[in-house]
Nanobody, 119 residues
Framework: QVQLVESGGGLVQAGGSLRLSCAAS????????MGWYRQAPGKQRDWVAG???????NYAESVKGRFIISFDNSKNTVNLQMNNLKPEDTGVFYC?????????????WGQGTQVTVSS
């Protein structure tokens, strides 16, 4: 079993910054990719950014140039630095991880952390 624990959400004014972190814990697993997803009220969960274990990062068009994703191999932790936040960034941010566990690739999710950007 793998657990993902997120931290770092909160309330910020437009133009401000927040940093989210997600730590993966458990035993006998290795990370393939980790990423962040956002779910706005009444909407589906959308992909925001992802990164491979090797450090290759990708971003949704809406956050390119504002968000930076990074992965700490030694801690199995993914971070999302969010700058120049906009009200439309508001939502619950979920960490997702594709891990190899006993030879199988599985997807795990964190519990979510609220990000609210006021105008």
């Amino acid at each position: 079993q793998v657990q993902l624990v997120e931290s770092g959400g909160g309330l910020v004014q437009a133009g401000g910054s927040l940093r989210l972190s997600c730590a993966a814990s458990g035993s006998g697993f290795s990370i393939n990719t980790m990423g962040w997803y956002r779910q706005a009220p009444g909407k589906q969960r959308d992909w925001v950014a992802g990164i491979t274990r090797a450090g290759s990062a990708n971003y949704a068009e809406s956050v390119k140039g504002r968000f930076i994703i990074s992965f700490d191999n030694s801690k199995n932790t993914v971070n999302l630095q969010m700058n120049n936040l906009k009200p439309e960034d508001t939502g619950v941010f979920y960490c997702g991880a594709d891990v190899v566990l006993r030879g199988t690739i599985l997807r795990y999710w964190g519990q979510g952390t609220q990000v609210t950007v006021s105008s």
